[in-house]
């Protein structure tokens, strides 16, 4: 069973995000993005480890992102907690996807606390303003063993 926005709310809030209004959603809450970064190095993801490559923030023209169609990575603009006994899931805004762009993300983990990050797939140029609303975090109950604890805990707070 998936939580209520106001439920999702209240744990970004525990998390100490502090959210606008249109950010409440009836199903979750929606992230702005804090960030776009280019990828400039090789990461690596062997058996033994794993490292993220080099990134570079873009640059903002007036305020604002102009992306051209290519891969990027965005860190949001709030730091979130899964609550223990839930899992996270981040999905696109659909105004991103009709704008032939989209959001590729993975599992958020009971107890991971950070600022994340997911790849932001550019299909077709576009334009978007730090601070603009990209995606939304929903929350479901779930069993777990154990909590995150893993290289990213932490990360940007
Ligand atoms: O799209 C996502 C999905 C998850 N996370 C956060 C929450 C998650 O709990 C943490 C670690 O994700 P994951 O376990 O998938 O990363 P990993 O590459 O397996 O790293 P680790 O070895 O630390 O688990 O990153 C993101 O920032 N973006």
Not at 26 to 31: A, H, I, Q, R
Not at 60 to 88: K, M, N, Q, S
């Amino acid at each position: 069973m998936f939580e209520s926005g106001e439920s999702v709310a209240a744990a970004l809030e525990a998390a100490g995000a502090t959210l606008e209004a249109e950010q409440r959603q009836p199903n979750g809450v929606d992230l702005t993005a804090g960030a776009v970064l280019r990828q400039t190095g090789p990461g690596r993801i062997g058996r033994d480890g794993k490292r993220v490559g080099d990134r570079s923030e873009v640059e903002t023209d007036d305020g604002t992102y102009r992306l051209d169609a290519g891969t990027y990575v965005v860190r949001y603009g709030e730091p979130v907690r899964i609550p223990e006994g839930h899992v996270g899931f981040v999905l696109p805004r659909s105004t991103l996807l009709r704008n032939s762009c989209t959001l590729d993300t993975a599992v958020w983990d009971a107890g991971y606390e950070g600022v994340g990050e997911g790849r932001l797939d550019v299909g077709h140029r576009i334009e978007i303003e730090p601070g603009a609303r990209i995606a939304q975090l929903v929350l479901a109950r779930a069993d777990h063993e154990g909590t995150y604890d893993g290289d990213y805990q932490s990360e940007g707070i």
